[in-house]
């Protein structure tokens, strides 16, 4: 018997274990910066500080043995094009990228998740431009092209 003070529905304060959302951000680019001379470090800061003074944000930093990757949006890509040849840094830039984003509570400390997040992803075939996580997400930077067609297949196989 219940009473009108305490109805039956539960409330639901944590999230189900396991994956639980995929989503997919676009209209982005992926800076690559390598090959700095001499000191790597003060050849990073550099590069950020030319980021900063030319007003672009940057995302998903990475670093790389000799340089640094990161994504700026879309728009700015012209805007760092022109940033880092003024500079003489050595980079490439790659257009029209999306991250794809798989929600997952403790992805970290539930066995087994990213693994079968990682075989999914090459069993799509497409190539990743990088891999991060975070304590209750995966990210994957992607061709646009192919964003939709991954998420497609994390929702087939996890949701």
Do not use: C
């Not at 995929?22 to 590069?47: C, F, K, P, T, W």
């Amino acid at each position: 018997m219940t009473s009108g003070i305490f109805p039956n529905a539960e409330t639901e304060f944590e999230k189900r274990r396991g994956v639980s959302d995929v989503e997919v951000r676009g209209g982005y680019a992926q800076v690559h910066v390598s090959e700095i001379e001499g000191d790597v470090m003060q050849g990073r800061l550099r590069v950020l500080q030319i980021a900063a003074d030319a007003g672009i944000s940057i995302d998903f930093l990475k670093l790389t043995p000799t340089g640094m990757s990161f994504l700026v949006m879309q728009e700015k890509a012209a805007d760092v094009d022109a940033a880092l040849r003024a500079s003489g840094e050595s980079f490439s830039i790659g257009s029209d990228r999306s991250i794809v984003l798989v929600h997952a509570v403790n992805i970290r400390d539930e066995e087994g998740i990213i693994a079968g997040l990682v075989r999914t992803l090459i069993g799509t075939g497409a190539p990743v431009d990088h891999l991060g996580d975070m304590h209750d997400r995966m990210l994957m930077v992607v061709r646009s092209e192919d964003a939709e067609r991954i998420a497609a297949e994390f929702r087939r196989t996890l949701l």
